[in-house]
């Protein structure tokens, strides 16, 4: 017998009591019925076939006309789920959530939203229209429901164009269209252990679906018939900087192919043969064929007109419906909008137009067939649409805009171009003879400036007096602020939407102050809603129009401070007592208010760290850690931690090397070199972490804070001491560096290098703050960083020795600590800083704040981080040396018993090491966890079962307990004085993480943690997810004296459901087995009866 011990434990309880589950189907009948009104009959029918996001778009511009509810709505949609974001279709692989690609709202069980029914919308579900009669006026649908309509708006949209292709038909070989085509493709990968697929197709949906493929974990092959990518849309220039990007991320493009036949299994090639696809075969000479084991079709759309070729509705002779410039067909009463309507010969495949279309259409049925006198000084036409567009594909900008590829032969041309090969920027702007207008650009790699040369181009305008000095990318300028905003009411925003400027602020001063966040301005104006690329843009807008109206988008730190992290800095650094504002207690009862949460409890520990520098696991502290600071550790997959000893300047002796490798082959820890000179170890369990770093220590290793937001390391080359070509003793002056600021919080993480010489072997310029050795001392650069945004630190000064170094330096990192936001690097705080008063931008200011004291504080910041740097701490060494310390990394508060980290994920080996096994995609099995039913033990006859002392628990935090093989979160919310348990996986990865989390409360005083991996909310009393559809399983706690009590079924069943055996992550996953055990044996007894016992 082979069953979930889930299944087995309801089977028992349904058997105890059958009655206690009856449920009447009544409860499960759908009130299809729309809400009636006594004219009715005096109402138009407008039917939209097609439920797309055009369709829904027109239905939501007409209510919005409809004013006196003249007609009634009603629409077919042949998927199982009404409206949603297609062009957002990729992004399905974050959730696996259909709800989060929703056009109105979250979708029920039936594919529905509560819109249709609150606007009087008919929605008809899974129902393909399959006849429409223009002669009597009527929509039949494949359920056989036939709709008389007054109008009738065709919004079918279009369908995959799949070439003819010997072998189209065979089993894996997919298009990418719809929510279920991305399901079927998982599903086929899963079942045939897919690895290589080809995505036929490289324009703008072929990229998306090959981006679909690759996160799918399946090796993925673009396949173009055309010599470049996006041939529409860019030029080889273009091309040759998108393919370096694609292939940087491991896909592989084959341009110019000429596919011949997908091959079978079995080695056929005809049309009939049904053997699964297993290469391509192309008909270029001298090519093999390419193995892959899935084929998904993406070489274009074709508008799906067929319902209408059957009628006497005008077609295309390449298909498409005929439309004028008001959307209508040549049949009176009947529209075409989105991709089947035809305009001018021409199908627009975007969303933007497909949206101008169901703007104007709706204003013509509004006027013509509702009779409504809408005020318009001319009729609403549709005559075109800009093409522009700008998208982020496979990671990288793709832009162009106006003209862009001109014919070749019109003489007004002159093209300039920034190509940027090592940088993957490509930059084409095409320019009219006299170099006075802007035609058209193409942006590759970096087109943050898009939105100002794409108006430059369309509406027209100045340009500089040289216009070359448009084609430098920002990232070459060194720009970091937003691009300036025009203030032109008419400027398009949002181009998916058609919404200006002026619309935005309108909305806004409707919404007023108190009311315009950025989620309402969204919803209410469309603005954002698309694609979602103008939303800074729309942001910036906000943040303007706020402060016009006396406003201003809010700056506070969370919704218990009322400060951002600069202004709470400044009252605790600046206050008269001290002692007042020492603690977060003490912070948020004289300058917030609630319970803090995951984002100002890390941040005040933070300014707490950087202003009196406590041992951070001391005072209650602990509970104000973000998650691996608490232990101090980076937390890695599956809930193990990695462990980094600090190396100065990279500098290391043999002694310290052997330590490390014994030390490592001790825990069987994985190790790796980092590229900062350092040597990580990952895998440790927390309850393992004391122990290590004590035998670390033994060679005087101390800790990397590489777990901290604080200085990391200090690279170095070898400098004068080996190096032929040094001029200074770079390590020995990157060792005194990293001895000085080690340890020293900021908002966040640093990083430095030293050079030896100009050849920049440690890439100073790159850091945080960087130091350039000279003949005659060290130029010292500060802003720099790498990572997503790459910024090139700026020249602070020269030819300085050490100590002026060092003194500059402690001045910067505390200007930096007393005055940047939370979280923001000093690139991006460098940056905001005011220019110098005699111009020269942020760098000139900080010479004049750091070496000038221009503002009389060089004295407050040398003292301040001379402070930091007197009362140093090797944390782990305060940890190793204190029982009381570490006892906090014990795993279970209540026994000595541990699991191992094999216990909880499997461990697979890579290349003679050991690490965890991969996460699968959310959505698959070993993820987003539920158990069958919210109150799973609600049945069960329960105990209540002393788990420890009080004073095992510390305050504010949240501990593990092992109760049988199931692990629980005890929380003691002390602030609160309530006590919380809960399961201790998080459900969202099966990681035994959550009492690691921080605890806190919302601003409606629900009492939360946040899963430390990553930061999902669960509420600590019912479990339910407050940011999704999780859940958690909670237990009642009591306190009797000093013994914590929770309320808990018998191990046997609570094993069952959440032991951590069942529960593990593994390679693969399967059922457990329980046949012939006395698991099986006591629940089909029923559980009432079982006879274990509660240890």
Not at 551 to 565: D, K, Q, T, V
């Amino acid at each position: 017998m082979k069953a979930s011990a889930l299944s087995l434990l309801f089977i028992a309880q349904l058997a105890a009591d059958v009655d206690s589950f009856g449920i009447k189907s009544s409860l499960f009948t759908r009130n299809t019925q729309l809400r009636a009104t006594n004219d009715e009959s005096d109402k138009k029918r407008v039917v939209v076939i097609g439920n797309g996001m055009v369709g829904q778009r027109f239905m939501e511009n007409l209510i919005d006309l409809d004013t006196d509810k003249k007609c009634t709505i009603s629409t077919f949609c042949e998927e199982p789920r009404a409206a949603y974001n297609r062009v957002k279709l990729t992004s399905y692989f974050e959730t696996r959530d259909p709800s989060a690609l929703s056009m109105t709202s979250e979708f029920d069980n039936d594919g529905r939203t509560p819109w249709y029914e609150e606007n009087n919308v008919e929605l008809l579900l899974n129902d393909k229209v399959v006849s429409v009669d223009t002669k009597s006026k009527t929509v039949t649908g494949a359920s056989g429901k036939t709709i008389d309509y007054d109008v009738a708006v065709f919004a079918t949209g279009s369908f995959p164009f799949v070439p003819p292709i010997p072998g189209k038909q065979r089993p894996g070989v997919f298009v990418y269209r719809t929510i279920e085509d991305l399901e079927a493709m998982l599903a086929y990968v899963k079942e045939n252990n897919v690895k290589s697929a080809a995505v036929i197709g490289g324009g703008l949906l072929g990229l998306e679906a090959a981006k679909a493929v690759a996160d799918m974990k399946v090796e993925s092959h673009i396949i173009e018939f055309a010599p470049i990518l996006m041939c529409r849309q860019i030029d080889q220039g273009g091309h040759d900087a998108l393919v370096g990007k694609i292939e940087e991320m491991g896909l592989k493009v084959h341009c110019g192919a000429r596919t011949e036949s997908f091959v079978g299994e079995n080695g056929s090639t005809d049309m009939d043969d049904m053997s699964p696809v297993s290469a391509l075969r192309f008909s270029n000479e001298g090519w093999d064929d390419l193995d892959v084991q899935m084929v998904v079709v993406s070489a274009g759309i074709k508008p799906r007109d067929e319902l209408a070729r059957d009628t006497d509705i005008a077609v295309g002779e390449r298909g498409g419906i005929v439309v004028d410039e008001q959307l209508k067909t040549s049949v009176d009463g009947t529209y075409a909008i989105g991709e089947i309507a035809l305009y001018n010969n021409f199908i627009y495949g975007l969303i933007a137009p497909g949206y101008d279309m169901a703007g104007v259409c709706s204003k013509i049925v509004a006027q013509e067939q509702l009779g409504y006198d809408l005020g318009l000084e001319e009729t609403p036409a549709f005559t075109g649409a800009d093409l522009s567009t700008k998208l982020k594909l496979l990671g990288c900008d793709v832009a162009s805009f106006g003209e862009n590829q001109p014919p070749p032969d019109d003489a007004d041309v002159s093209d300039l171009v920034w190509n940027d090969p090592i940088g993957g920027i490509y930059r084409k702007l095409i320019f009219n003879k006299a170099g006075t207008r802007l035609r058209g650009g193409i942006l590759v790699g970096d087109a943050n400036d898009y939105s100002k040369l794409h108006k430059l181009a369309v509406q027209g305008g100045e340009l500089p007096e040289n216009p070359a000095m448009l084609l430098a990318p920002t990232s070459a300028r060194g720009d970091v602020e937003e691009e300036e905003l025009s203030d032109d009411p008419n400027t398009q925003i949002c181009s998916c939407n058609d919404v200006t400027r002026g619309d935005i602020a309108d909305t806004i001063k409707s919404l007023g102050v108190d009311g315009a966040s950025l989620a309402e301005v969204k919803t209410c104006s469309k603005a954002g809603t698309g694609c979602g690329g103008c939303e800074p843009d729309v942001k910036m807008i906000l943040k303007q129009e706020l402060e016009k109206m006396g406003g201003s988008l809010s700056n506070h730190l969370c919704e218990h401070f009322a400060y951002s992290r600069p202004e709470l800095m400044a009252l605790v650094r600046t206050d008269a007592d001290p002692t007042s504002v020492d603690s977060f207690e003490k912070i948020l009862h004289k300058h917030g208010h609630g319970d803090g949460c995951e984002i100002c409890k890390p941040t005040i520990g933070s300014i707490l760290a950087s202003t009196y520098n406590g041992i951070i696991l001391d005072d209650g502290r602990d509970a104000l850690q973000d998650t691996n600071d608490r232990s101090l550790a980076n937390m890695q997959r599956g809930g193990t931690y990695s462990v980094v000893p600090r190396v100065p300047g990279g500098e290391i002796t043999p002694e310290q090397l052997i330590q490390m490798g014994e030390t490592a082959k001790k825990y069987n820890l994985y190790s790796k070199i980092t590229g900062a000179q350092r040597i990580d170890f990952f895998g440790a369990s927390k309850y393992q972490l004391p122990d290590i770093w004590e035998e670390l220590g033994s060679v005087g290793l101390e800790s990397g804070h590489a777990y901290g937001k604080a200085l990391r390391t200090v690279k170095s080359c070898v400098g004068s001491t080996w190096c032929r070509f040094g001029v200074q003793d770079s390590v020995g002056f990157a060792i005194r560096v990293e001895n000085r600021y080690k340890g020293v919080r900021s908002p966040h993480k640093t990083k430095s290098a030293v050079s030896g010489c100009v050849r920049e072997c440690a890439e100073a310029q790159g850091k945080d703050f960087g130091m350039i050795a000279t003949e005659n001392g060290y130029n010292l650069y500060v802003g720099g960083n790498g990572g997503v945004n790459p910024v090139h630190a700026q020249l602070l000064a020269t030819d300085i020795d050490e100590d002026t170094v060092l003194k500059y330096l402690d001045r910067y990192l505390m200007y930096y600590i007393l005055t940047a936001d939370r979280l923001e690097r000093t690139a991006p705080w460098q940056a905001k800083l005011p220019s110098g008063k005699n111009g020269g931008g942020p760098i000139e200011h900080l010479k004049e704040v750091i070496i000038e004291d221009s503002l009389g504080i060089c004295g407050e910041l040398d003292s301040r981080m001379q402070y930091l740097v007197d009362t140093y701490h090797d944390e782990w060494a305060e940890v190793v040396n204190d029982p009381a310390r570490r006892a906090k990394f014990k795993q279970f508060v209540n026994t000595d018993e541990v699991q191992t980290r094999e216990e909880m994920i499997e461990f697979i080996d890579q290349r003679g090491q050991v690490r965890p096994t991969n996460w699968v995609p959310d959505g698959q099995p070993q993820t987003n966890w539920k158990p069958d039913t919210t109150d799973v033990f609600s049945r069960s006859e329960k105990s209540w079962v002393s788990v420890g002392k009080t004073s095992d628990f510390a305050p504010n935090v949240g501990s593990a307990i092992l109760y049988g093989d199931t692990q629980l979160a005890v929380f003691n919310n002390a602030q609160r004085g309530e006590w919380y348990c809960t399961q201790n996986m998080c459900p969202h990865k099966q990681a035994f993480v959550l009492s690691q989390g921080i605890i806190g409360g919302t601003a409606d005083g629900i009492a939360k943690v946040a899963c430390p991996l990553h930061k999902k909310q669960f509420d600590l009393a019912d479990g339910k997810q407050l940011d999704g559809d999780l859940s958690l399983i909670t237990f009642a706690v009591k306190i009797e004296g000093d013994e914590v009590m929770v309320e808990l079924p018998a191990q046997i069943e609570v094993d069952a459901i959440l032991g951590t055996t069942g529960l593990r992550v593994g390679s693969s996953c399967s059922e457990l087995d329980i046949s012939g055990t006395d698991l099986e044996k006591e629940i089909l007894n029923g559980v009432r009866n079982t006879t274990s016992t509660v240890v």
